[in-house]
């Protein structure tokens, strides 16, 4: 192999690989003419040269649109590649917002609610559920406390029209659960309104002089 340079018709200079390579012949020839007794030998003649020209840039063309080749397909898997993390970037936050929501929304409700008991006891409807959604847990939960809030309101008209039982078993209940949730105010209001209760049917029990009403006697 070699490299020569020559200069083109348009002023540049051309690189040009040669490679080569010799042809031989094998022959044989009499060790010594004069007496072949002496038998021959094998002798490798040469009987030409073959060669090949190339310019260094025909020999580079292929590589240059191998690599052009492969820098256009490295784009387009990049672009695909960056296509595809932000979709899956954008379904993590989104999932996570959801994931979130669905958490923190139904606390957020609740403690709304319990904040709305300890402020207005019994006396208002529970806050609006929107567009809450929670888990089943929190969903029976919370219509445990709406179901209160109509009981504690059904009691407090029992105990205006006279159904003093209903009033009172009702507010039994209530009482049991307002000391579970620890919620003081509540537990004095329905202590409260239970008091008035047991009075006015203490008082019923004198009025109709009866000793047990309503399954309670005058001692209790």
Same mark, same amino acid.
């Given at each position: 192999?070699?490299?020569?340079?020559?200069?083109? /018709?348009?002023?540049?200079? %051309?690189?040009?690989?040669?490679?080569?390579?010799?042809?031989?012949?094998? =022959?044989?020839?009499?060790? /010594?003419?004069?007496?072949?007794?002496?038998?021959?030998?094998?002798?490798?003649?040469?009987?030409?040269?073959?060669?090949?020209?190339?310019?260094?840039?025909?020999?580079?063309?292929?590589?240059? %649109?191998?690599?052009?080749?492969?820098?256009? %397909?490295?784009?387009?898997?990049?672009?695909?590649?960056?296509?595809?993390?932000?979709?899956?970037?954008?379904?993590?936050?989104?999932?996570?917002?959801?994931?979130?929501? =669905?958490?923190? &929304?139904?606390?957020?409700?609740?403690?709304?609610?319990?904040?709305?008991?300890?402020?207005?006891?019994?006396? %208002?409807?529970?806050?609006?559920?929107?567009?809450?959604?929670?888990? #089943?847990?929190?969903?029976?939960? =919370?219509?445990?406390?709406?179901?209160?809030?109509?009981?504690?309101? =059904?009691?407090?008209?029992?105990?205006?029209?006279?159904?003093?039982?209903?009033?009172?078993?009702?507010?039994?209940?209530? &009482? #049991?659960?307002?000391?579970?949730?620890?919620?003081?105010?509540?537990?004095?209001?329905?202590?409260?309104?239970?008091?008035?209760?047991?009075?006015?049917?203490? #008082?019923?029990?004198?009025?109709?002089?009866?000793?047990?009403?309503?399954? &309670?006697?005058?001692?209790?």
């Amino acid at each position: 192999k070699a490299v020569f340079f020559r200069k083109a /018709d348009d002023g540049t200079v %051309q690189t040009l690989h040669i490679a080569y390579s010799p042809v031989f012949v094998t =022959s044989i020839e009499p060790i /010594d003419s004069s007496d072949y007794s002496r038998g021959v030998r094998p002798v490798k003649r040469l009987i030409y040269s073959l060669a090949l020209v190339e310019t260094e840039e025909e020999i580079l063309l292929p590589f240059q %649109q191998i690599a052009a080749t492969t820098r256009r %397909q490295t784009r387009i898997a990049m672009g695909i590649l960056a296509i595809v993390i932000l979709a899956a970037v954008l379904s993590i936050i989104y999932i996570s917002y959801r994931l979130a929501n =669905s958490f923190t &929304l139904p606390m957020i409700y609740l403690l709304g609610l319990i904040e709305h008991i300890n402020k207005h006891g019994g006396d %208002q409807g529970p806050p609006p559920t929107g567009k809450v959604k929670a888990s #089943r847990e929190v969903e029976a939960f =919370s219509k445990t406390l709406e179901v209160l809030y109509r009981m504690v309101r =059904s009691a407090n008209f029992a105990f205006f029209v006279g159904e003093l039982d209903f009033a009172h078993r009702v507010l039994v209940d209530s &009482l #049991r659960l307002f000391r579970r949730l620890d919620n003081k105010k509540a537990i004095g209001i329905a202590s409260n309104n239970i008091g008035n209760i047991l009075l006015g049917i203490y #008082r019923e029990m004198k009025a109709s002089k009866l000793d047990r009403l309503y399954g &309670l006697t005058t001692s209790e």
